[in-house]
């Protein structure tokens, strides 16, 4: 007797036997492609061949500087200047940028550039960077290393000289006003604890102050560079000094935050006002307030740091020595200087 199959079963067989000509179908040309080889390894070699593989750690977007910072280096390291860059923000984390750090490693990335969220403990993973072979370029804030051949070079801003620029400004500025000698409170706020940006600002002011045995810092506090911190830090010193002549601030964002707190409170800051404002960056707001005598001098850090990267890149590449160290070109601003046409060109 012949084995009858059920209408049903037979329909499943079909269905069983198309779906698995499908798969195989998907297999052959996804190995044709190259779809299915491991991700983790060389995921750029691929489809970038041709392109220079830059893993960039950017260590947060606390500040307009920092938005500024990252554009700039975005924009260097583009796909039309023959570069893949694959990009991770640390929140503000040293872990983040360890974690990122050891992931290009592992993806044999070309270069590895990093912009150090604190100056210390990064030793670890530089040596790693080092035993893989990739040259690292550290962007921005400085990293204290025994060993500096664990890093190629470093490109950024001198934070010594700008805090001792706004020193030179102070006492300069009490001269013209007949000041000098006089008792000044001073209260300072301070960028991210441990951060070079932060050490070296606080550095650079007190190379001047210490000359200065009538300038009274009142006190120094953490805002972490942000305008909220920096807020919060000015309410604090409002609510234990009433007679605060000057406030440095480690950056824009947090100055925003102090002149607000400082408002509201009722006093009046900037040239005409009760308290000096010295801050640092000069990012286009901030110069539109120097220019309305709101900040009466801003210490200029300059963020358009990438082409310097995508030079220093150049050179390595075609087998030339670098420097260990490029600084950039920065500038005080005052109302004296801040001009309409210099408000123009400014993009940040
Ligand atoms: O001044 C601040 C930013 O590291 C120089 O970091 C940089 C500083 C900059 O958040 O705005």
């Known amino acids: 007797m012949a084995i009858s199959m ?18 195989l179908l998907i297999a052959l040309v996804g190995s044709r492609l ?11 070699i691929r489809e970038d061949a041709d392109k220079i593989v830059v893993g960039v ?5 606390e500040s307009g500087w920092r938005s500024a910072n990252t554009e700039s280096v975005q924009n260097a390291l583009s ?12 929140r503000q984390k040293q872990e983040n940028q360890i974690k990122a750090i050891r992931s290009f490693i592992a993806q044999r990335v070309d270069y590895i550039v990093f912009a150090p969220v604190v100056k210390s403990g990064w030793e670890t993973v530089l040596q790693e960077a080092k035993e893989a072979g990739i ?3 550290i962007m921005d804030r ?19 000289e700008e805090g001792r620029r706004a020193g030179v400004w102070l006492e300069e500025h009490l001269k013209k006003q007949g000041k000098a000698d006089e008792r000044i409170n001073i209260v300072i706020l ?69 002149i607000e707190a400082i408002r509201e409170s009722g006093r009046t800051v900037g040239i005409d006002g009760d308290i000096t404002i010295i801050s640092f960056d000069a990012v286009y707001e901030a110069l539109e307030m120097v220019a309305e005598g709101i900040i009466n001098v801003d210490i200029e850090c300059n963020p358009n740091q990438g082409e310097y990267i995508s030079e220093i890149i150049s050179l390595l590449e075609s087998g030339q020595e670098v420097e260990k160290r490029y600084y950039i070109e920065e500038d005080v601003f005052t109302i004296e200087n801040v001009t309409e046409e210099l408000l123009e060109k400014r993009t940040y």
């Open 6 to 23: 059920k209408p049903s079963a037979y329909i499943n067989k079909i269905v069983m036997a198309l779906m698995l000509a499908v798969l």
């Open 57 to 61: 750690s950017q260590l947060g977007s």
């Open 135 to 137: 040259p690292v370029i």
């Open 34 to 44: 190259g779809l299915f080889t491991d991700l983790d390894e060389e995921p750029h």
């Open 79 to 90: 796909k039309q200047n023959g570069y893949f860059m694959i990009f991770s923000n640390a």
């Open 190 to 258: 301070k960028g991210t604890e441990g951060s070079s940006a932060q050490i070296g600002r606080t550095t650079g002011f007190a190379m001047v102050s210490g000359k200065h045995n009538n300038w009274n810092i009142l006190g120094q506090k953490y805002g972490d560079f942000t305008i909220y911190k920096g807020k919060e830090v000015m309410q604090d010193f409002l609510e234990m000094y009433d007679d605060i002549d000057v406030v440095i601030s480690q950056n824009d964002d947090m100055t925003f935050g102090a």
């Open 142 to 160: 400085g990293v204290d290393v025994a060993d500096k051949n664990l890093y190629t070079t470093f490109v950024g801003t001198d934070s010594v």
